[in-house]
């Protein structure tokens, strides 16, 4: 069984997350492991050391309650939702939401992260500092970054941008998997800049995809950003996929900051799987 890893501050922008979550899981007959850090004050000045463990008390224990809390709305999601199949793991943890995300991925051998962003909850100040992109680069597993307002729809429409490269073919196999129990459609892009593009690559991948629900797009555009923002809006993307690499982002046809680009618009969730060596 999979393994999905949730951090979550219980805000509306991560209870709406929580649902993606879920489905995903549903998706890749995955586990969810629901995180919540909380961080001890630090403390200056001349207070006395029963005082200094009186104040850590009191926040071990106002984080301990708000987590006990807050887990029946979680499990009331999953309820109402028709997901209460799937296996969910509360944790809590003290201390920085980065390294304990680092360290749950490495024993638990996690295979998801899934996150709501909105650019101001505490957890993402946290864990993308004031660039999104920076946890993305940091982590080596797929992240699945969910807009704030943004509602569950379904994975109907499963956008997936190429370069034709081999090593995609695994993201997109990952995405057939889901695309099959939502009974959802690929599209799979590549964007050209000057109308040219690798046509024997184009009829592999087709014959390869064949009985798949994966159909092909190039668009011809000289920037990638604006073919990747027509795309989503023509074919009503509701999850963007796309593969970042160790030396920039779609490398040879994107420009390294478009992941962030795409980000920062806030149209649709979007799934970074990670370039894999051979």
């Given at each position: ?273 990670h370039e894999q060596k051979a």
């Amino acid at each position: 069984m999979k393994k999905i890893l949730f951090p979550t501050d219980f805000s509306e922008t991560a209870n709406n997350a929580f649902l993606y979550a879920l489905n995903l899981a549903k998706s890749i007959d995955a586990q969810v492991f629901v995180l919540h850090v909380y961080e001890l004050p630090l403390i200056t000045g001349s207070l006395s050391a029963g005082l200094i463990q009186n104040v850590y008390e009191t926040v071990e224990l106002g984080s301990f309650d708000s987590f006990k809390d807050n887990i029946p709305q979680l499990r009331q999601i999953a309820d109402e939702n028709g997901l209460n199949e799937i296996p969910i793991k509360f944790i809590l943890e003290e201390g920085n939401l980065l390294y304990i995300l680092r360290e749950i991925i490495n024993e638990e051998k996690i295979d998801y992260v899934v996150m709501g962003t909105d650019g101001n909850s505490g957890i993402e100040k946290m864990f993308f500092g004031s660039n999104t992109i920076n946890a993305i680069t940091s982590m080596k597993i797929p992240i699945l970054s969910i807009p704030h307002g943004m509602s569950f729809k379904g994975f109907k429409n499963i956008g997936f941008t190429t370069v034709f490269d081999q090593k995609d073919k695994d993201a997109l196999k990952y995405l057939v998997e889901i695309a099959n129990r939502h009974h959802g459609k690929i599209h799979c892009m590549h964007v050209s800049k000057n109308g040219k593009y690798n046509e024997q690559a184009l009829k592999e991948w087709q014959n390869e995809f064949a009985n798949d629900p994966v159909v092909f797009e190039i668009y011809d555009n000289s920037d990638p950003v604006d073919a990747v923002l027509d795309f989503i809006n023509e074919k009503e993307i509701d999850l963007l996929t796309v593969v970042s690499r160790n030396k920039g982002f779609f490398d040879k046809i994107f420009s390294p900051g478009f992941t962030k680009k795409i980000a920062n618009k806030n149209i649709t969730p979007l799934f970074v799987f990670h370039e894999q060596k051979a």
